[in-house]
């Protein structure tokens, strides 16, 4: 077995606010999801605006992946049970493989801290062929839970005992 201690990998994330009515100055989850990819080394490559419309999700995500730098997406909003909230079901439509213990574990998390109401996420993660996608509720609080409790985490490669980055050579086998 290899003992040797893991180096830290640098990943390239995508934001993306999902959103009808924030901007950039109005933004507050995605400056917190800035912040704290860019603390823990990684770099943030782009960062994204797009109306709550399933089309336009999923066009944009797609351009993303097209364009074939970013490791990890993360969005924000969309994720909640009203008439507009559709990004799950676009997240649905193009994942390759679901990460349901995401969904469960932030859950988990959420209940701990505003108990049934955490029902009402609908947080998602998965792959999309080679890329990892993490959908988060819009709220700044729910963002940092996801973050600091879950994600950096799995996206940190010295990460023990496992973490989804040393998965990444091996997701096209």
């Given amino acids: 077995m290899n003992n040797e201690k893991q180096q830290f990998k640098s990943l390239n994330i995508s934001v993306l606010i999902i959103s009808d009515t924030r ?6 989850s995605g400056k917190v999801l800035e912040d704290r990819i860019k603390s823990c080394g990684h770099s943030l490559v782009s960062k994204f605006f797009v109306k709550d419309d399933p089309t336009l999700i999923k066009e944009k995500i797609l351009k993303i992946l097209n ?88 996206l940190d490669s010295t990460t023990k005992p496992c973490n989804l980055v040393e998965l990444m050579p091996r997701l096209d086998e």
Avoid: M, Y
């Fill in 67 to 154: 364009e074939k730098c970013t490791h990890v997406i993360i969005s924000s909003g969309g994720t909640g049970l009203t008439g507009r909230d559709s990004t799950p079901e676009v997240l649905k439509e193009i994942i390759t493989k679901e990460i349901p213990g995401f969904g469960e574990i932030f859950r988990n998390i959420s209940f701990k801290k505003i108990g049934t109401s955490s029902l009402q996420s609908r947080a998602i993660a998965g792959l999309i062929n080679k890329t990892f996608i993490f959908a988060l509720p819009g709220s700044p609080s729910a963002c940092k839970d996801a973050w600091d409790e879950i994600i950096k985490f799995q």
């Fill in 23 to 28: 901007t950039e100055s109005s933004d507050k």
